[in-house]
Every structure is written in C-alpha cells, then in structure tokens.
C-alpha cells in the first residue's frame, strides 16, 4: 500500500528543484499567456522528456503556489480513476493555497478525462502533460470538446540549443560570437536537441533507454501487444533510414508481417508517441496524396545516433532530417514534391497552396549536383507559379537569378537561425 501523501509531498520537492534549473523555451512566453488569461485546460504533448514538465513549472509565476503529480512514478502504478479524487484531496492537504494543479502523464489513468472534466467545471486551473498525442487528443475531443488549449513541444531547437549552452543570437553578435555559433552547430548536428543530453548526459546509453521505454511502455503496454519484437525491428528500421521513402508492401514483406493493417497500426503508433513524423508528397488532390509514399523522419538527430548501426552516417540525409524538424516547428504543413521534371525535398503548403519551396543539399560545390539542384527548384517554382526557391547546405551561401526565379543558397546555421 503505498503512502500518497509520503509520494506527493516528494514529488513537490522534485518539482521545485526543478525549477531551479528550468531555461526559457521559444513557447514559454506563448505558455505563460495560455497559463494567465484561460481558464481552459491547457495541455501540452511530446515525446518524452523533451521538457514539458519543466516547460509548465517555470512558466507558473513564482507567486503562484502550485501542486504537480508525476503519473509516471512507478510508485503510482496501481491508480485507479477512483484514486484520483484522493490525489487530488491529498494535494490540497499538501498545499491548500494552490492555485495550478499540474498533471504529468495522467493518460496512465484510465478515464482520466472525466476527472479533468470535473475539475474543468469547477473552474480550476489545469495543466495536463503527455507523450501520447492520439490517445490525449482522442480523450479530450469526447470530454474535453472546445474547452482545451493545446501546445505540442519537441526536443530543443538550434536557437533553444545555443540559449542551453549561454550564447544568445542576435543581430549586434561580433565576430567571435558569430564564429561560437557556426561552430556549435557541428554539436548540434550530432547530439541532437534532447535537453538532459544537451546540458550533459551521455547521449547514447541515454536516448537508447528512452528509445525502449517508448516502445515497451508508450505503445506496447498502452496497446497491450504482445510481439514488441518486430515492433521494435520496424522503428529501429524507420529510425535508421530517416527521410527515405518508405513502401508499406516492402516493409510487409521485410518483416513478413502477414497483415498490412498491422504494420499500418504500428505506423500509427510510432507518430503517436512522436518518435517519428511523416511527410506526404504533395498534390492538390487529397486521394493523390493518401496514395503516394511516405517519408518518416526520426524526431531527434541525437535519437538517429544513439541508434544507428551503419558504420558510418549519410551526412545528406542527416541534415534533411535536420531541416525538417526545423520546419515542422513552425509550419503545420510540410510535403515533399516529386513530378516529372522535378524532386523537392519541402514544401511548405499555406491554405492549400505551395507557398516555400525547399532543397536540401550537404554541398553544391559538385557543379553537376548544383545544376541539378538549381533545376529542380526553377522547374517547381514555375509550376506552382512562384517566384523563388531555397537551397540549404552545410556551409555554402550564394544567391542568383535563374530564369526569372530567384535561388537563395543558405548554410543550414543560418537558415535554422531565420525561418
């Protein structure tokens, strides 16, 4: 039996330790207003410790006093829903004053949502953190219908990444500071933006352990599947060839896996827990695009490292994978195109039409994959009636006018800098 009060009053203490070492996020100011001016629940997802936790703590004004409970404790295991209005008398008793209750992967609840309901109605503010999108977004449209705000938060973008490592961006940086953030970029490329990786842990035994208990607790256990093997074989497999178009039948007959409704399960599943994303090749023709391959991009650099097992790293589409993470921040809609005449790594897409149009290129020095490169942009821009393209490398910049169409050539530090 254990002692909840013993367990929550420890959890508090945690919580406020970890205020002590939270770093503001790009979303943090965007939190802190959902936090002040709703009365909504406010619910913020991502894969594991991607720092939702300590997003919601140091958002909280520091004359807010707080109660916050870590579901994922093994310790609260064999909770109940009837267990969770104890939870949430025992808080009270702990800190009667509160005036935010933070709930962390509540999900583990089974019928949480209808706790969060009544509280909801009694007017009290509730923040809900989770590392599975579907089943939070599924139990909040049934119970939770227009009164929920929604915040989804990834691991550390290059600009969250230099503020973790003290280096600030801007338009006045000298020289040398200009120089310390070109530089951290080659850390960046390999660690990854996780943050306890970023502010030291080793990366790989780390995300390896992260990467298994994704699998083994956030699908396996919540689905209650029985073969985690091929499971894990399958992500492994989509982790390792990050960007890469992927054929459902192929993979079928890969793992001789004898139902393609199975293997779209564990697709879905995948995306769920956020460990990988896909991207459709775009058309303005919804059937066109539920029929053409998909790309799965891995949702961390460092996550691709700790669990690649070739001998050595395709540089190409490692920073492909590095710019779509980037994108997906900040535009809902992200395709590839690929026509005759033409292949586009992205397109960003704004009220169903081509509005960005980008490639990805580790070099262009090769003057033959220049051409190459330069074409392919032209070709779509004209297609889609644009008037400029973007061509992303490791460290080459130029800028030209090629048939009316205008390419910018960016190094990636600096695209991950501006867009």
């Known amino acids: 039996m254990i002692d909840l009060n013993q367990v929550l009053r420890e959890q508090q203490v945690e919580a406020q330790e970890l205020r002590r070492f939270w770093k503001e996020r790009e979303r943090t100011s965007e939190f802190k207003e959902m936090i002040l001016s709703s009365g909504l629940v406010k619910v913020v997802t991502g894969i594991r410790r991607s720092g939702k936790s300590t997003l919601c703590l140091g958002s909280i004004p520091s004359d807010y006093p707080f109660s916050y409970v870590n579901f994922d404790d093994e310790r609260l295991v064999g909770l109940k829903t009837e267990d969770l209005n104890k939870v949430y008398e025992t808080l009270l008793q702990i800190q009667p004053e509160t005036k935010i209750f933070i709930f962390d ?36 449209a049934t119970h939770l219908t227009g009164r929920h705000l929604s915040l989804e938060l990834s691991p550390l973008s290059y600009r969250e990444f230099l503020k973790f490592n003290n280096l600030e ?54 689905h209650r599947l029985r073969n985690t093997r091929i499971l894990k074989e399958i992500a492994l497999y989509l982790v390792q060839q990050s960007g890469s178009m992927t054929s459902l039948a192929n993979l079928e007959e890969t793992f001789q896996i004898n139902s393609i409704n199975t293997l779209r399960s564990y697709f879905q599943y995948l995306q769920e827990v956020f460990l990988l994303y896909e991207v459709q090749g775009y058309s303005g023709k919804l059937k066109e695009r539920t029929t053409r391959p998909r790309k799965y991009y891995v949702c961390d650099l460092g996550m691709w490292s700790a669990l690649n097992t070739k001998p050595t790293l395709d540089l190409g589409m490692r920073l492909e994978t590095l710019i779509y993470l980037h994108l997906s921040r900040s535009f809902p809609h992200v395709y590839y195109l690929k026509e005759p005449g033409f292949d586009i790594d992205f397109c960003v897409v704004k009220e169903r039409t081509p509005t960005l149009l980008i490639q990805v290129c580790y070099s262009i020095q090769n003057s033959a994959t220049r051409t190459r490169e330069i074409r392919s942009l032209v070709s779509a821009a004209k297609q889609y009636r644009m008037k400029s393209g973007t061509i992303v490398t490791w460290d080459d910049e130029d800028s030209l006018v ?17 867009v």
């Open 105 to 140: 992967e509540i999900q583990n609840i089974e019928s949480w949502e209808l706790f969060a309901n009544r509280l909801q109605r009694k007017k009290i503010n509730l923040i809900i953190t989770g590392s599975n999108g579907k089943l939070l977004s599924q139990e909040l």
């Open 169 to 222: 961006v801007s338009e006045t940086m000298t020289t040398e500071e200009r120089a310390l953030v070109k530089n951290k970029m080659q850390t960046y490329f390999e660690i990854g933006g996780f943050p306890e990786v970023v502010l030291g842990e080793p990366g790989g035994p780390y995300l390896r352990e992260l990467f298994d208990k994704i699998i083994t607790r956030d699908i396996a256990q919540r």
């Open 402 to 418: 090629e048939e009316g169409i205008e390419i910018r050539i960016v190094p990636a530090w600096k695209f991950l800098l501006s």
